[in-house]
Structures are given as structure tokens and as C-alpha cells.
């Protein structure tokens, strides 16, 4: 079997012009010759406006159907649409994981009033005031929509908390006070409690909202015919839910195999291994750390010790669960995560996650096709198609890793039969030019190899000892291949 390689089909600043799902169709069969298999596709449910990215979801199961918040179609396009390109997709061998946000809700139809207390942002046990009536946006009635797909209405009951108090106009975290209502205790512990995020805070404590939300989910992957979620800030929602919410939506839409990414954003492996044990390994989650270990190697340059770049990451502790990618639609300039990764690094952070035995990498949009917005950034689709070509048909086999310099690493892949002529050397320098001497095989002496990326001009001719001495130019990757 191939390699399995995920494409975020987005970036935050696209242009709201209703073309997305076109474009995807479009790209479909392009995407799969460069060897994608799955692609995380956006949030496409209506959202609080109809260029907003689709994280102030509104309505869950409004997929650009109903003329609700001023508009049918959603930011990338309507329903049909969306199916089309799903379609085309799967026409191709594409695997279609759908974001889904479940922490919380944005655009209410009317307000509500009900009981609150005012919390301390910087840690929100501490409460501020005496409970006070206020007035919270809350309700939800899809007036466009009425009872399509499910008669379910939202009140200020199914929710957590709130930010604004329409009496006074102030913005402030309010736990909104009710029977059993509590921030739930099995989220991440910043802040006292981070249950609250933003918006409307969907409660999970609350039995109909755990049904509506499980029900949403099993229509939704039979609706779009989905392969897989990528659930958006798992840190503020309730454990046991995930857990159910997998469980039940991959029995009633009978796909045991229904595929799960996760973001749960923080910079330490501890708190990754910790959730995706709370979750009984039952999903995938992104390699913050790996992230954050590429963001501040760019920065750094020669006087990073890229000896430890892998060293306390998840795709180094749980290689199975572990989702490698370089940068996203949050880390990206100007949004809420933002942690770049500097340009010249990009190539030899997509070589360390594509050519890496282990890890489920994934390719960001902007990275592949550019970033649009008021700083536009080109796309680096010339080196990562040749990357990407690497990864489909010659990084295979068991690795051999040199992680043994501080600005220069390499490892080798040996190959495999089911893949002829595969296997590849990988060389990494964030400093001076460099070289290392890496085994490849006694069967390969006599052979030549090239620089696939064509930083190096000259070829290497394999030892009888199975060795070539490789090289590669500061600053840069090369990353070499048997010459055909
Ligand atoms: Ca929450």
C-alpha cells in the first residue's frame, strides 16, 4: 500500500467568493496524482456571516441550503456543490474528513434572559459578581431551515456560558447559572478551566444537547458520505463526550473505521499523550509540538540543534496517533495561534513530516497554493510537488536515522520490493554546506544517486561497503534517489 498523505484544503484568508467547493472538484484529480488520499475540508455548515472562515458556526445543518444570516450559500459555495466535489473526490480515491465544531455556537436569532455570573478571565472558578439577570444571545430557531433534518431549538438551558450582556453592552465571561450547570471538569486546566472559548458555550452536561449533537453527527457523515472529522478545540469540551460522540456516531452511521483528527493546541507532549490516553487512543491528534519545534528552529537558524528537533514530539512518543504538519489556517500570520514557519525552513520541514518513516503528514493549502488576504505569500508548489513525488514513490522501507550533528541530519530509507527502485536519502542543513556518510545497502554498490531537488549537481556512487557520502547546501534539503 502507498503512502497516506492529508491536504488542509483551506487557509484563513481565501476570498469569499463562493468558488471553493468549484475550485476542490477542480483540483480533485490533480490533488490525487500528487499523491493525496484524504483532504480536511472546512467547516461547511452556515456560519454568523457568510464570509466568516466557519468557526462562529450557526447552524450545523445548514450546508449552504437554506437563505439564513443573509445568505444560502456559505463561504465556499452551496450544498450541491459540496457534494459534487465530495464526489469527485472519492471518484479519485480521496478520503473526505469534514471540521467539525462542536465547542460552541455564534449568531444566536434572539436573545434570552436568564441568571449569570461574572468570571475572571485569567482563571474562571474565580467569579467577579453576585448572580444577575442578563441578556444573552441563546436562542437558536433556524427560522430559514424551520424543522429540516431535525426540529431541534437551542435556549440559554444548552449553554455554558456567554460574552456579552445585551442590558449593558459589556463584554465579559458569564457562567450562565442553572440546575447541573457547571463549566465541565474534563477540559484543559489553563485558566482555571478553559470550557469556555468563545461565543455561545454548547454544554455537554446537558442530556439533549449530547443527543442532538451525536444525532447531528451520524446524519452528517451519511448526509456527505464523510470519511473522517477533524474536531476542531477538543481542549474545551467535555472528555467523555469525544468519546461517546466517536462511539456512537461511527455505530449508527456504521463506519467503524470512521476516521478522527483532533486539535488540541498546546506546545507539550505530556498534555498530547495525556489526552489521547483520556480519549483510549481511540484518534489521531495534530503534533503540536513537532510544530512549534519547526517554528522556532526557523527562527533560529545555524544555532538550532537540529540533533533534537524530533525529540519530545508526538510523532516521536506515539508514531501511530501522530499528525505531522508544518503550519495551518491558526498558525498562519495575523490569527490566533500564530507561529509561522519561516520560509526557508518550509522545504525542510515538509522533507522531516513527507519523507519521515513515521507520522500521517498533512499539507497546508496556503503552503501548497499561497496565502491571499492583505499579505498575500506565495505557495512553494514547485518544491513540495517534488517532495510530494518522493513520498508516493520512494520513501518506503525501514529508516536508518543520523541525528548525530547539530546542523546537519540525514536519514535513509531502505526501500521496498512492492515499490521499484524506492527507498531515498534524506540530508537536512541549517547551517554550512554539509555531507554524511549514510548506508543505503552492499546490494546497491555501483549504483548512482542523485539529488532528486537538484541542490547538488554531482552524482554519488554507492560504496561496496553500501555507503555514499551524500551532501547538501546550507540552508536546505537534498534528498537522494537512485538515478534512473
Ligand atoms: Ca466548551
Same mark, same amino acid.
Given at each position: 500500500?502507498?503512502?497516506?498523505?492529508?491536504?488542509?484544503?483551506?487557509? /484563513?484568508?481565501?476570498?469569499? $467568493?463562493?468558488?471553493?467547493w468549484?475550485?476542490?472538484?477542480?483540483?480533485?484529480?490533480?490533488?490525487?496524482?500528487?499523491?493525496?488520499?484524504?483532504?480536511?475540508?472546512?467547516?461547511?455548515?452556515?456560519?454568523?456571516?457568510?464570509?466568516?472562515?466557519?468557526y462562529?458556526?450557526?447552524?450545523?445543518?445548514?450546508?449552504?441550503?437554506?437563505?439564513?444570516?443573509?445568505?444560502?450559500?456559505?463561504?465556499?459555495?452551496?450544498? %450541491?456543490?459540496?457534494?459534487?466535489?465530495?464526489?469527485?473526490? @472519492?471518484?479519485?480515491?480521496?478520503?473526505?474528513?469534514?471540521?467539525?465544531?462542536?465547542?460552541?455556537?455564534?449568531?444566536?436569532?434572539?436573545?434570552?434572559?436568564?441568571?449569570?455570573?461574572?468570571?475572571?478571565?485569567?482563571?474562571?472558578?474565580?467569579?467577579?459578581? !453576585?448572580?444577575?439577570?442578563?441578556?444573552?444571545?441563546?436562542?437558536? #430557531?433556524?427560522?430559514?431551515?424551520?424543522?429540516?433534518?431535525?426540529?431541534?431549538?437551542?435556549?440559554?438551558? @444548552?449553554?455554558?456560558?456567554?460574552?456579552?450582556?445585551?442590558?449593558?453592552?459589556?463584554?465579559?465571561?458569564y457562567?450562565?447559572?442553572?440546575? &447541573?450547570?457547571f463549566?465541565?471538569?474534563?477540559?484543559?486546566?489553563?485558566?482555571?478551566?478553559? =470550557?469556555y472559548?468563545?461565543?455561545?458555550?454548547i454544554?455537554?452536561?446537558?442530556?439533549?444537547?449530547?443527543? !442532538?449533537?451525536?444525532?447531528?453527527?451520524?446524519?452528517?457523515?451519511? %448526509?456527505?458520505?464523510?470519511?473522517?472529522?477533524?474536531?476542531?478545540?477538543?481542549?474545551?469540551?467535555?472528555?467523555?463526550?469525544?468519546? =461517546?460522540?466517536?462511539?456512537?456516531?461511527?455505530?449508527?452511521?456504521?463506519?467503524?473505521?470512521?476516521?478522527?483528527?483532533?486539535?488540541?493546541?498546546?506546545?507539550?507532549?505530556?498534555? #498530547?499523550?495525556?489526552?489521547?490516553?483520556?480519549i483510549? &487512543? *481511540?484518534?489521531?491528534?495534530?503534533?503540536?509540538?513537532?510544530?512549534?519545534?519547526?517554528?522556532?528552529?526557523a527562527?533560529a537558524?545555524?544555532?538550532?540543534?537540529?540533533?533534537?528537533?524530533?525529540?519530545?514530539?508526538?510523532?516521536?512518543?506515539n508514531?501511530? @496517533?501522530?499528525?505531522?504538519?508544518?503550519?495551518? &489556517?491558526?498558525?498562519?500570520?495575523?490569527?490566533?495561534?500564530?507561529? /509561522?514557519? %519561516?520560509?526557508?525552513?518550509?522545504? #525542510?520541514a515538509?522533507?522531516?513530516?513527507?519523507?519521515?518513516?513515521?507520522? +500521517?503528514?498533512?499539507?497546508? +493549502?496556503?503552503? +501548497?497554493?499561497?496565502i491571499? *488576504?492583505?499579505?498575500?505569500?506565495?505557495?512553494?508548489?514547485?518544491?513540495?510537488?517534488?517532495?510530494?513525488?518522493?513520498?508516493? &514513490?520512494?520513501?518506503?522501507?525501514?529508516?536508518?536515522?543520523?541525528?548525530? @550533528?547539530?546542523?546537519?541530519?540525514?536519514?535513509?530509507?531502505?526501500? $521496498?520490493?512492492?515499490?521499484?527502485?524506492?527507498?531515498?536519502?534524506?540530508?537536512?542543513?541549517?547551517?554550512?554546506? *554539509?555531507?554524511?556518510?549514510?548506508?543505503?545497502?552492499?546490494?546497491?554498490?555501483?549504483?548512482?544517486?542523485?539529488?532528486?531537488?537538484?541542490?547538488?549537481? !554531482? !552524482?554519488?556512487i554507492?560504496?561496496?561497503?553500501?555507503?555514499?557520502?551524500?551532501?547538501?547546501?546550507?540552508?536546505?534539503?537534498?534528498?537522494?534517489?537512485?538515478?534512473?
Amino acid at each position: 500500500m502507498g503512502n497516506h498523505t492529508m491536504f488542509q484544503y483551506f487557509e /484563513w484568508y481565501l476570498e469569499n $467568493d463562493g468558488q471553493h467547493w468549484k475550485r476542490l472538484k477542480e483540483d480533485a484529480k490533480e490533488l490525487a496524482d500528487i499523491g493525496i488520499t484524504a483532504l480536511w475540508i472546512p467547516p461547511a455548515y452556515k456560519a454568523i456571516a457568510q464570509g466568516d472562515v466557519g468557526y462562529a458556526t450557526y447552524d450545523l445543518y445548514d450546508l449552504g441550503e437554506f437563505d439564513q444570516k443573509g445568505t444560502v450559500r456559505t463561504k465556499y459555495g452551496t450544498k %450541491e456543490e459540496l457534494k459534487e466535489a465530495i464526489k469527485e473526490l @472519492h471518484r479519485h480515491k480521496i478520503q473526505v474528513y469534514l471540521d467539525a465544531v462542536l465547542n460552541h455556537k455564534a449568531g444566536a436569532d434572539k436573545t434570552e434572559r436568564f441568571m449569570a455570573e461574572e468570571v475572571d478571565s485569567e482563571n474562571r472558578m474565580d467569579v467577579l459578581t !453576585e448572580p444577575y439577570e442578563i441578556e444573552g444571545w441563546t436562542s437558536f #430557531l433556524f427560522p430559514g431551515r424551520g424543522d429540516k433534518y431535525s426540529d431541534f431549538k437551542w435556549n440559554w438551558c @444548552h449553554f455554558t456560558g456567554t460574552d456579552i450582556n445585551v442590558d449593558t453592552g459589556k463584554n465579559a465571561i458569564y457562567r450562565i447559572i442553572g440546575e &447541573h450547570k457547571f463549566w465541565s471538569d474534563e477540559v484543559d486546566k489553563e485558566f482555571g478551566n478553559y =470550557d469556555y472559548l468563545m461565543f455561545a458555550d454548547i454544554d455537554y452536561e446537558h442530556p439533549e444537547v449530547y443527543n !442532538e449533537i451525536i444525532k447531528w453527527g451520524a446524519w452528517i457523515v451519511s %448526509e456527505l458520505e464523510l470519511d473522517g472529522f477533524r474536531l476542531d478545540a477538543i481542549k474545551h469540551i467535555k472528555r467523555s463526550f469525544i468519546m =461517546d460522540f466517536l462511539t456512537k456516531v461511527r455505530e449508527a452511521a456504521n463506519k467503524e473505521d470512521l476516521y478522527v483528527v483532533a486539535e488540541y493546541w498546546v506546545n507539550d507532549i505530556m498534555a #498530547l499523550q495525556e489526552t489521547l490516553e483520556s480519549i483510549d &487512543h *481511540g484518534i489521531d491528534l495534530f503534533d503540536v509540538a513537532l510544530h512549534y519545534k519547526f517554528h522556532e528552529a526557523a527562527k533560529a537558524g545555524k544555532d538550532y540543534d537540529l540533533s533534537k528537533i524530533f525529540q519530545d514530539t508526538l510523532v516521536e512518543k506515539n508514531p501511530i @496517533h501522530a499528525v505531522t504538519f508544518v503550519d495551518n &489556517h491558526d498558525s498562519q500570520l495575523g490569527q490566533s495561534l500564530e507561529s /509561522w514557519v %519561516e520560509d526557508w525552513f518550509k522545504p #525542510l520541514a515538509y522533507g522531516m513530516i513527507l519523507l519521515w518513516k513515521d507520522g +500521517y503528514p498533512c499539507v497546508f +493549502y496556503g503552503d +501548497y497554493y499561497g496565502i491571499g *488576504g492583505e499579505n498575500p505569500l506565495d505557495g512553494k508548489k514547485d518544491i513540495l510537488d517534488k517532495l510530494l513525488y518522493i513520498r508516493k &514513490h520512494y520513501a518506503y522501507g525501514d529508516q536508518t536515522e543520523y541525528l548525530d @550533528h547539530p546542523n546537519v541530519i540525514g536519514w535513509v530509507r531502505n526501500g $521496498d520490493l512492492e515499490f521499484e527502485d524506492s527507498g531515498c536519502a534524506v540530508l537536512i542543513s541549517n547551517g554550512d554546506d *554539509g555531507d554524511k556518510l549514510m548506508h543505503v545497502g552492499e546490494e546497491r554498490e555501483g549504483e548512482v544517486w542523485v539529488d532528486y531537488l537538484r541542490g547538488i549537481e !554531482e !552524482e554519488v556512487i554507492i560504496g561496496e561497503d553500501g555507503c555514499g557520502l551524500f551532501k547538501v547546501k546550507g540552508g536546505s534539503i537534498s534528498v537522494w534517489i537512485k538515478k534512473s
